[in-house]
């Protein structure tokens, strides 16, 4: 008797649960799917093919589009990404391979903290160190701007996928007669590089939607600009911009530029998983 | 077929006359050789071998002997050290943190101890195989051929595919796997695993096997299959072979050491051992009475 009592109990409670965690699922998920709604909703209806080939245009000229600001935004990334994408591989070679141990940890830890620095604060840094000293803003500063933010992210990477890499492969490759280089080399880093890119990947798309750090270091821009020392426009500053500007046609002109970011973030993010899965998968 | 590639001449230091309280006195069966056999060349003598993991002493005084062209196997309760015995022979323990050896061992006379030894020189004569099979995330070939590369040995792609095959067929893995050389090595059963590794270290012509409980991860026919493979061996390689299974110590052995707690127990003719051990400690582990 107590035993099927037990059992009911137990399986009510393990009902329970599962509905909470469905319940909670939903809760996460809402908040993804209305924002995805608003956006799409709003932005379709403001997008047309001009959006993607014009220059701005002033709040009474019908018209206007963003191209500026997308190959802006494109430029920045380039620049983090040269920056910042070897340097985070580079150190988290160092931290996960064969670092002193004090070295380590203390990279590890500035790297965990540069990851909670807010990017505003950032974004100053760089307005102190880069646009102060040009006595202008740039394209290199958003960039370098970007590329900090990006470079703790890229090193954890590495370093968390080089920790997964098994012992076994580098003893295997030493017991061939291989020298340390050549076991990171064509071993080790070979593993991982599907994981290092994949992570790389979702470290762009993050950092494609920053405002804050472009405020003040890349600045805006109504024309083309393909200077580094220049100011140059991005998808994020205009959208805030237009955000707040007190005309209605930039307000639609801000959803398209939102649609758009948020296009470009989800197709980098979901092409980032798909490589991953493809490139496990071919190896697993 | 494999290339044999031993060292012709006997190196200095490689006698065969035992000297007193080593080999010899461990194992009366070397002391008097049967009429018939000639005597072996010594390829492997670990000669008073204290290891240390930092503090923590894991070997006393270890005194090791393998011939030419013989497979001596290595037996003991699990954490014995013989193991780490075995990473002693081609230096894998250089790459553990703390870990420090007294003593020396010399292959074909040569103390691989000694300063100035070429340790990368050395892996390459001393092939290992590993306890669990670890193919790298590479494809079939590519898996055979990499002690090639970093060798710098077979540079063009053509010398390169005869040395995959010849490997292939010398572990019976060819026909399995001759279709699909360029497919994942990771997509193999256990066992084909295991024979890929074995592949891959014959792949730069070692002179000495060493294998680390090849078969533990593997079921019976597979494990047949290594045992066979083991035998073929044996007849151009020295093979120091650790294992848990005595029946498999007592199938594929021509000597055999027996480990305890990190001391040498016993060292005969595997034949002579399992019916007719010296040693106390030794008739209690054959007969199952610990271990
Ligand atoms: N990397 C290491 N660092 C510290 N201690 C170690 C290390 N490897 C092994 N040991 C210790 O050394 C002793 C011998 O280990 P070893 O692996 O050589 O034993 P084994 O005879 O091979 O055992 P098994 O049959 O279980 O494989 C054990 O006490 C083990 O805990
Ligand atoms: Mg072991």
């Known amino acids: 008797m107590t035993g099927d009592l037990n059992r009911k ?33 709003e932005g ?30 494109l430029e920045l990334l380039l620049v983090a990404v040269i920056v910042g994408v070897p340097l985070g591989i ?17 990279v590890r830890f500035s790297a965990d903290v540069l990851n909670g620095t807010p990017t505003i604060v950032t974004g100053l840094f760089i307005y102190g160190l880069v646009v102060l000293p040009m006595r202008k803003f740039s394209t290199l500063a958003g960039g370098l701007a970007l590329a900090i933010i990006l470079l703790p992210v890229v090193l954890r990477t590495t370093d968390e996928v080089l920790q997964t890499i098994p012992r076994s492969y580098r003893e295997a490759a030493l017991a061939l007669g291989a020298t340390r280089f050549r076991v990171l080399w064509d ?24 405002t804050a750090p472009l405020l003040f270091t890349s600045f805006n821009n109504s024309y083309w600009s393909m200077w580094l020392d220049r100011p140059v426009a991005s998808l994020t500053v205009q959208i805030f911009n237009y955000a707040i500007a007190p005309y209605d046609r ?21 092409g980032a998983r798909a490589w991953l899965r493809w490139r496990t998968g071919r190896l697993a | 077929m494999l290339e044999l590639r031993l060292p012709k001449k006997t190196p200095p230091g490689a006698e065969q006359a035992d000297p007193p309280g080593t080999a010899a006195e461990l194992d009366p069966s070397l002391a008097a050789p049967a009429e018939d ?11 008073g071998i204290n290891f240390f993991y930092g503090q923590h002493q894991v070997l006393f005084n270890v005194e090791v002997t393998a011939y030419e062209r013989e497979i001596l196997a290595l037996i003991g309760p699990s954490g014995c050290g013989k193991s780490t015995f075995l990473r002693t022979l081609n230096r894998m323990n250089d790459t553990i943190p703390g870990a420090r050896l007294e003593g020396e061992v010399l292959i074909t006379g040569q103390n691989i101890y000694a300063p100035g030894t070429d340790v990368i ?5 001393v092939g290992m195989i590993f306890q669990r099979s670890n193919p790298f995330p590479f494809s079939i070939a590519e898996n055979v051929a990499y002690g090639l590369k970093v060798n710098g040995l077979a540079k063009k792609k053509g010398e390169q595919a005869d040395v995959v095959e010849r490997c292939l067929r010398a572990t019976g893995l060819w026909d399995e796997v001759k279709d699909r050389l360029n497919k994942p090595a990771l997509a193999l059963s256990g066992g084909q695993q295991q024979r890929l590794c074995i592949a891959r270290a014959l792949a730069i012509e070692p002179e000495i096997l060493l294998m680390d409980e090849p078969a533990s991860a593997l079921d019976p026919i597979a494990t047949g299959r290594i045992e066979e493979l083991a035998l073929e061996l044996k007849e151009k390689y020295t093979i120091v072979i650790v294992t848990h299974n005595l029946q498999q110590a007592a199938r594929i052995s021509d000597r055999t050491s027996f480990f305890l707690m990190g001391r040498l127990v016993e060292s005969g003719r595997t034949q002579a051992m399992f019916t007719n051990p010296q040693r106390k400690e030794t008739e ?4 199952g009475r610990f271990g």
């Open chain 1, 44 to 73: 379709v209806s403001a997008i047309s093919p001009g959006f993607f080939v014009h220059l701005p245009e002033p709040p009474d000229v019908p018209g206007g589009g963003m191209a500026n600001a997308i190959v802006g935004t």
């Open chain 1, 90 to 106: 580079a150190a988290g070679i160092y931290v996960a391979e064969h670092g002193a141990e004090f070295l380590t940890k203390l």
């Open chain 1, 187 to 210: 071993v080790v880093l070979r593993a991982a590089r599907a994981g290092i890119m994949g992570g790389v990947l979702l470290a762009i798309s993050r950092v494609a939607g920053e």
């Open chain 2, 121 to 125: 020189g050395l892996r390459r004569r």
């Open chain 2, 284 to 287: 209690d582990y054959i007969t």
């Open chain 1, 9 to 41: 109990i137990r399986k009510l409670r393990n009902n329970v649960m599962l509905s909470l965690t469905g319940v909670a699922t939903l809760l996460v998920l809402l908040p993804l799917a209305l924002i995805l709604f608003y956006v799409v909703k």
């Open chain 2, 37 to 47: 056999a000639p005597p072996a060349r010594e390829v492997v003598r670990a000669h």
């Open chain 1, 250 to 270: 930039w307000h639609a002109q801000a959803w398209a530029g939102a649609l758009t970011l948020i296009t470009m973030i989800i197709v980098i993010n979901l």
